[in-house]
């Protein structure tokens, strides 16, 4: 390659390659001309001399170029890992009125239930356990929005008693299920918006906990919702400084996520983030960097 030719690979990016660093994975790949293969960043085969790397934003501009995707790190598609986790998400998602054990996540992914457990972490950032109890409170006030009564709801989502409704709800709502179905009624709600990268965020909470957390392109948008979700809520904002530190700090996010449909990577971006105590945004912060990675050559 000419000096200046843009396939050539920056030090940074090199760095990555180096590094093996999984962060860098569909920002980019690189391709050696000596084997006519390309990789991801985080491709664990020998790296080519740098000489002789060339640098692609996309899969599809290397095989345009005549470079086949490397057997080893599935550059242009998801890994066997990836796609256990998708599977494992997709089934969580459509049962979630079930329980849903290890055991049958693990024969839905193909994973030991052990390495199900550490890669679905690593990869979603939650466990299943708690994406599943994230995801059913989710359902539960979508439910109660829709006009549902708390009993109706509960069952429907399968918390199966009232107790275990209140039980499990404590941390998700950020108030108690009855409170929740009536607006917030009484209930003090701080709120903070931010940009971000994955849009504009409204992250709300009570002296309880989180309470919202809205994704949206516009702040208007989002404040008209939150109000549509807590009308008898006393709200008041606040800065957004908190928060941003967490933000700043989120730095290593798993990749992989940004694979998934875009629905589902704001859906687990909401869960992490409201799962999760202020102390500890920082991995439910992830998703909203992920989106910078603009990974947009990797089937879905
Ligand atoms: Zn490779």
């Given amino acids: 390659m000419m000096a200046g030719d843009p396939g050539r690979i920056s030090n940074v990016d090199w760095h990555a390659v180096v590094k093996k660093d999984r962060h860098y994975d569909g920002k980019f790949v690189y391709a050696a001309v000596t084997t006519g293969i390309y990789c991801r960043p985080s491709c664990p085969a020998r790296n080519p001399q740098r000489r002789n790397a060339l640098i692609f934003l996309t899969a599809a501009e290397a095989e345009r170029r005549g470079y086949a995707a490397c057997l080893r790190c599935y550059p242009n598609s998801l890994t066997p890992a990836e796609k256990s986790i998708k599977a494992a998400l997709e089934y969580i998602e459509a049962h979630l009125d ?4 290890l055991n049958t996540l693990s024969q839905v992914s193909r994973l030991s239930p052990h390495h199900l457990q550490e890669t679905f972490k690593r990869i979603v950032g939650l466990s299943p356990k708690a994406f599943c109890d ?13 006009g549902q009564s708390i009993s109706s709801a509960c069952y429907e989502v399968g918390y199966g008693s009232i107790r275990a409704l209140y039980e499990k709800t404590r941390k998700g709502l950020g108030m108690t299920p009855a409170v929740y179905r009536h607006g917030g009624k009484g209930i003090h709600a701080c709120y903070a918006i931010t940009d971000s990268l994955l849009g504009s965020v409204l992250v709300a909470g009570t002296e309880q906990g989180l309470c919202a957390v809205l994704l949206g392109e516009d702040e208007k948008v989002l404040l008209r919702e939150l109000r549509k979700e807590f009308p008898d809520a006393i709200l008041k ?14 730095q290593d996010e798993d990749p992989l996520l940004s694979k998934l449909p875009e629905s589902l990577r704001g859906r687990v971006f909401q869960l992490e983030f409201g799962t999760r105590s202020s102390s500890s945004l920082r991995q439910g912060l992830r998703f909203m960097q992920l989106d910078s990675r603009r990974i947009l050559h990797f089937p879905k």
């Fill in 237 to 250: 904002q606040e800065s957004f400084a908190k928060w941003e530190a967490a933000i700043l700090s989120c």
């Fill in 98 to 101: 079930q329980t849903t054990t």
């Fill in 134 to 146: 994230a995801r059913r409170i989710a359902r539960f006030k979508q439910y109660v929005r829709a």
